[in-house]
């Protein structure tokens, strides 16, 4: 599955080439995608790469070869084809299966939406409550949730309109996906480093670069321990 910043690109580079018959530049790409450097470029191109959509040709200038395109951009579907099986209601359920009934949840409070992406202004009220399988509490402590908006943690499995569940905590371990709040009045979920004096805050998304800010900048709010996803 691509990103949408790895569709863009795959799109403009497939246009470009039946267009002109050779691939764009660096920089054209840089371009079309609004991105501000060329390393995020590179970084959408060998993750194409490894996914078999485009292929790099060695000792050649601007040679990429686009090998196969997905299903939104014409490609011929892969992967595996249901089977329809026809038949009735089973009699039974099957042994391993859990009525949804028997489920222990709780209700926890969702504070608004959390950036993955640009941060926005900091969390404050409650819009609404959702449900939270137990299991995902046991660690104890406060929780709460948050509605994710934006796809900078696209990579780590977190998608636009997911609600992630939090445990209020100050302190994260370097590689931790934690709410961080920004100079007090910016929130945004992202990966913690503390390098030195400075913390970083890193995307999922090669789109997106790396934030580092003095640490005093910086508080953590929480660290993810769940995430929600309606279909």
Same mark, same amino acid.
């Not at 054209?28 to 390393?39: C, F, G, I, P, T």
């Not at 929780?143 to 796809?151: C, I, N, R, T, W």
């Not at 636009?160 to 100050?170: A, C, F, L, M, Y």
């Not at 970083?200 to 769940?226: D, H, I, S, W």
């Given at each position: 599955?691509?990103?949408?910043?790895?569709?863009?690109?795959?799109?403009?580079?497939?246009? +470009?080439?039946?267009?002109?018959?050779?691939?764009?530049?660096?920089?054209?790409?840089?371009? #079309?995608?609004?991105?501000?450097?060329?390393?995020?470029?590179? +970084?959408?191109?060998? #993750? @194409?790469?490894?996914?078999?959509?485009? +292929?790099?040709?060695?000792?050649?200038?601007?040679?990429?070869?686009?090998?196969?395109?997905?299903?939104?951009?014409?490609?011929?579907?892969?992967?595996?084809?249901?089977?329809?099986?026809?038949?009735?209601?089973?009699?039974?359920?099957?042994? #391993?299966?859990?009525?949804?009934?028997?489920?222990? #949840?709780?209700?926890?409070?969702?504070?608004?939406?959390?950036?993955?992406?640009?941060?926005?202004?900091?969390?404050?009220?409650?819009?609404?409550?959702?449900?939270?399988?137990?299991?995902?509490?046991?660690?104890?402590?406060?929780?709460?949730?948050?509605?994710?908006?934006?796809?900078?943690?696209?990579?780590?499995?977190?998608?636009?309109?997911?609600?992630?569940?939090?445990?209020?905590?100050?302190?994260?371990?370097?590689?931790?996906?934690?709410?961080?709040?920004?100079?007090?009045?910016?929130?945004? @979920?992202?990966?913690?480093?503390?390098?030195?004096?400075?913390?970083? @805050?890193?995307?999922?998304?090669?789109?997106?670069?790396? +934030?580092?800010?003095?640490?005093?900048?910086?508080?953590?709010?929480?660290?993810?321990?769940?995430?929600?996803?309606?279909?």
């Amino acid at each position: 599955m691509l990103t949408r910043k790895q569709l863009d690109l795959l799109a403009f580079i497939n246009k +470009r080439m039946q267009k002109d018959g050779v691939p764009p530049s660096f920089d054209e790409m840089k371009e #079309a995608l609004d991105l501000r450097s060329k390393s995020g470029i590179h +970084r959408l191109i060998t #993750a @194409l790469e490894e996914r078999g959509f485009i +292929r790099r040709l060695a000792h050649r200038a601007r040679a990429i070869e686009v090998v196969k395109l997905p299903e939104t951009l014409g490609g011929e579907a892969t992967g595996f084809t249901p089977q329809v099986i026809n038949s009735g209601k089973p009699d039974s359920r099957p042994p #391993a299966a859990t009525p949804i009934e028997a489920i222990h #949840a709780m209700e926890l409070p969702v504070m608004g939406r959390i950036a993955a992406g640009v941060p926005i202004e900091a969390i404050s009220e409650v819009s609404h409550n959702v449900a939270v399988p137990g299991q995902m509490l046991r660690g104890g402590g406060e929780h709460y949730a948050l509605e994710v908006k934006g796809d900078s943690m696209i990579e780590a499995g977190i998608n636009d309109g997911d609600v992630v569940v939090i445990r209020e905590t100050r302190t994260a371990t370097n590689g931790d996906i934690v709410v961080a709040l920004v100079e007090d009045n910016e929130a945004t @979920l992202k990966r913690f480093f503390h390098r030195g004096d400075v913390i970083a @805050l890193e995307a999922a998304n090669p789109a997106y670069e790396t +934030r580092v800010l003095p640490q005093e900048k910086v508080k953590v709010q929480g660290r993810l321990v769940g995430l929600i996803r309606t279909y």
